[in-house]
């Protein structure tokens, strides 16, 4: 028999003890963003990469065009840096919070 696991919640009036399901112990633990990297929003297509590795760009450049539900998305650079990685390529379907382009 395998043992319950019991979390304890606290609130402002006490606290309970709850069991933990399956679904909650093996949930993907919580990760602060990167803003170094950007990622994927949703599955699509790499239309067109306007930038290099090893080009420099500001806060706000484009970086790529992104096709995702028949729409093209401008990529725009969350930080300023130069670009370390470009892990795509045109016409690349890529899938949800993959990894596309790492700015250092």
Do not use: C
Not at 22 to 27: D, I
Not at 56 to 63: A, F, P, Q, S
Not at 82 to 96: A, E, F, R, T
């Amino acid at each position: 028999m395998t043992e319950k696991k019991y979390d304890t919640v606290s609130t402002a009036s006490g606290d309970y003890r709850t069991t933990l399901n399956r679904k909650y112990l093996a949930r993907k633990p919580w990760q602060p963003v990167d803003l170094n990297q950007v990622r994927s929003f949703m599955p699509g297509t790499v239309e067109r990469i306007e930038v290099k590795e090893g080009q420099k760009v500001k806060e706000g450049d484009k970086l790529m065009v992104f096709r995702a539900m028949k729409m093209n998305n401008n990529i725009l650079s969350p930080v300023s840096g130069k670009v370390k990685l470009i892990n795509v390529s045109p016409g690349d379907n890529i899938p949800k919070d993959h990894l596309m382009i790492e700015i250092g």
